[in-house]
């Protein structure tokens, strides 16, 4: 079963503006990721945040964690038309054990116009 | 270079057969996975291993099969038992323990005819 969803599940914006999506998960997590997908590839890793961060960079992406809601967002600032691609958010197996083992959302597909 | 390699790329079956796609990793990576992703959806977990010969079945197994014979080589099976596999394919290792990443394989686009 996935564990979450992303919101929203479009997004389409200008180059320049700055891309805002949502995750929502359902268990407890020791970490939360960030992967990106250009049509018809296979996934790129991002950025991973522990259940203990807060907020974490990484170049152009910021992501935030709040844990009480088991919410997580990833903003892309100063877009450019390279972005264009599907987001997905990615949580371990807190209670399986297998804690590598990564369950996947939905997915939000972004495309920036340029 | 280093990385995970999924063949073929593309892949069509007659119903009734059986087919294999291939997953091969040189990153020493303990643990690999198999994902089933259908158009505008995320990734769905077939089968994972977090050892050489040894592998647990994720939340849509039915109609899979794997083996894990060497640490570098995650074959998956779709069987004539699986009555859906129209699907992009993807196989993803990561290295043990908590907090990794993973990393994936470009995928095979498996298509029945």
């Known amino acids: 079963s996935q564990q979450g969803e992303e919101d929203p599940q479009a997004l389409s914006i200008q180059e320049g503006e700055n891309a805002t999506m949502n995750c929502s998960y359902k268990?407890?997590?020791?970490?939360l990721q960030w992967y990106r997908q250009n049509s018809g590839r296979g996934l790129v890793h991002l950025i991973l945040i522990r259940s203990n961060e807060r907020e974490k960079h990484s170049g152009r992406l910021r992501v935030t964690l709040d844990t009480s809601k088991k919410s997580s967002s990833l903003l892309i600032t100063a877009s450019r038309a390279a972005d264009t691609a599907s987001y997905f958010c990615a949580t371990d197996d807190y209670y399986g054990g297998a804690t590598n083992k990564l369950i996947f959302g939905t997915g939000t597909l972004l495309a920036v116009q340029p | 270079d280093g990385g995970i390699t999924q063949s073929p790329k593309y892949l069509f079956r007659k119903e009734g057969q059986n087919v294999t796609l291939s997953c091969e990793q040189n990153l020493n990576h303990d643990a690999m996975y198999w994902y089933r992703q259908d158009p505008g959806q995320g990734l769905r977990l077939i089968y994972y291993s977090q050892i050489v010969n040894d592998f647990q079945k994720g939340d849509i197994a039915e109609g899979y099969s794997v083996s894990r014979e060497k640490k570098e080589s995650f074959p998956l099976t779709v069987t004539s038992a699986q009555k859906n596999p129209t699907a992009f394919y993807l196989c993803?290792?990561?290295?043990?323990?908590?907090?990794?990443?993973?990393?994936f394989g470009q995928g095979t686009r498996l298509t029945v005819v």
């Open positions: 993803a290792s990561s290295p043990q323990g908590m907090n990794t990443e993973a990393f």
């Open positions: 268990t407890s997590i020791n970490n």
